[in-house]
């Protein structure tokens, strides 16, 4: 493979004490930090090279390491031609590196002042193979944690072996953590692997054949946590990766059985909890995946187990066992059980498996203990909780406040509440906790601000002081809130008492409309002020370019001078089992080929629908938004997804073939067949007849919409998100439609 290196002259070998390798990938945004933290003026030890490998990033960071060469000699740069990954870009700047020791940088991270000094004053006294440095996590919002293993590195000797201090193998395992000597390194025939977890096929052997380790008790590396990209931080199948590195790793052993045979033990324990812990953490196995992982672990389990060993105690000695017997679904019933075990161990001490016969109501109750106390923990004024659709994914008026919140108020931190199964929904770089998990809980019970679209669960009411804002996710058509005691077939047993005192607890609603302020301030009743600011989640429909609505519909599909027709139908609460109203192949075939049915099914009901021609199938896309924007023409019945599109100003068909038996069993506030947005079909065959002849279109369905858009979307101007972030995180007042803002009693 043909490389490029930067012209620039190296120090001689005989100044070079350290190598820094530093393999460099889509981190322009970093990339000048780590470089000032190797070679600016927080380093006083001069001697010492950095071998950048541009392991052809598509970014700018080839051209940043140039700029950086040019001015100091230090740092040489190797281009590559290709992309070949962490672990061969760690090989190529091996292959390069000149100094005594080498240390395997990652360039989105930085040194701490003064680390390289301190590292080379303890390679000078010591001349070990391995020498460990102790680290420190930086979060996403910049605060800094020190390495919860940092009591493994007090009270070391200057030099050991690692029988003399078998913990060591405790410590985290990866390149950048430690500082090796090269030729030791390369005596050992080892490389860095391919994929994911390439770096333990290098730390482990190395620590198992060193004959002389050190530990520097000082923080010299700051780890970025929760970055974008980062395997810690993406879900893909390419977590599989792990088992291949530590076949790796299993090979030294046997190949090197004098030095590394009578850690066998404990490498496999290490590799049994490596596996076990990536598939308990959350985002990381695809859902779809989760059960071939846990198979593909039990057949590495029964591989490499060693003669003679012996289960751990406790819950873990019972996880083991279920992953050497392949027992996949009692393994998956166990793993809420022991979230829980671990988040309550401080609380309830460690009381040996009975957390894994804990009853629901007993796990529940437990729960609401572990808040309560949590309660108690000093509140974080610059933390924010968000969550949407009873913790479905990152969506609607939360993400939009969410994503303003971020721009114009950067010191606060906001994290999402999501389902296990819904990590995968949350955008990169966004962070998370999963619902019903110690952290979540933690979270919940420090943050000042709560933002949701539905209630959060009645069993976790915030902490005094914070500051919860209800969205709520639609301009109500159908009756809610304490008007469905008179509907029960649509209230289902609803606790009226206990709704009343949920929105007791609201402190802000945020409301699109002086219709939706009406209602909901009747039915949810509370001392919440009431935001009339518009409909966050509509600015993104509002300032669409032309250009995001046409990427939208080119991701879809949807081919030039097609017309897309999005069809939205909401969920029927008096269906048992919901039954398509309308036939979408038959419309399809009615349409022609000049039409494209963009099918959206309610999350409540399961799609029925089979993508064919002139259908797709839009059910589990993310952004019910960017489907507004690809269509040319909405057809709904009675979801809300009407008030939203409305702002667009296309046409909007009503199909509500069985309109009298909903506004029955449901209720309505308003006749939408006279007061809706456009034309109205009761049939399938009329529904396709309102298209053939164009009346969608006509000047009669403009002027009902045109109607509709003076009721519904009065502050529909683009800037609602703004308006609630500069009033509920900056207590400001911004201007019309703002000042709007009342007491709910004031409304009603």
Known sequence: MATTDSPAAPPSEDEVLISVVLPVYKVQEFLPECLDSLLGVSQSFDGIE????????????????????????RLRVVHL????????????GLARARGEYVWFVDSDDRLTCGAVAAVADRLWRTSPDVLIVDHALVNPDGSVERNPRAHLFQDAPETFTLVERPRTLDLIMTAWSRVLRREFLLGLDLDFGHGYYEDISVTYP?????????????????????????ITNTSSPKHFDLFGQYERIFAFVDRETTTAEPFRKAVFDRTVRHATTVLATPGLVPAALRRDFFLRAAEHFRRFRPRGYSHPSGLRGLQYRLVERGAYPAYAALEPVNRLRLGLRTVLGRT????????????TALRRVYYRICLRLPADESLAVYAAYWNRGYACNPAAIFEKARELVPGVRGVWVVARDRTASVPPGVEYVVDGTARCLRTMARAKYLVNNVNFPYELPKRRGAVLVQTQHGTPLKKMGTDL????????????????????RWDVLVSPNPHTTDVFTRVYPGPYEVLEAGYPRVDRLVNASIDRV?????????APGQVAVLYAPTHRDHQVETAPVLDVERLADQLGDDHVLLVRSHYFDAPRISTSRGIVDVSSHPSVEDLCLAADVLITDYSSVMFDYAVLDRPIVIYAPDWETYRRSRGVYFDLLTEGPGVVATTQDGLAEVFTSGEHTGPAAAERLAQFRDRFCPHDDGRAAERVVRSVFLGERAGEPADAIRSASAAR
Request: proline content about 4%.
């Open 50 to 73: 950095v071998v950048a490998v541009d392991d052809c990033s598509p970014d700018g960071s080839g051209a940043l390491l140039d700029e950086y060469a040019a001015g100091d000699s």
């Open 81 to 92: 031609p290709e992309n070949v990954g962490l672990g061969r870009a760690r090989s190529e």
């Open 206 to 230: 190395t620590l198992l054949a060193a004959r002389r380790i050190s530990m520097l008790d000082r923080v010299c590396y700051h780890y970025r946590r929760g970055r974008e990209g980062a």
């Open 352 to 363: 040996r498996g009975a957390a894994r016969r804990m009853p629901r109501l007993v796990a």
């Open 485 to 504: 005691r008179d509907h029960p077939v649509a209230a289902r047993g609803m606790n009226f008492e206990r709704l009343v005192e949920q929105s007791g």
């Open 550 to 558: 046409n990427r939208v519909r080119g991701e879809l599909g949807i």
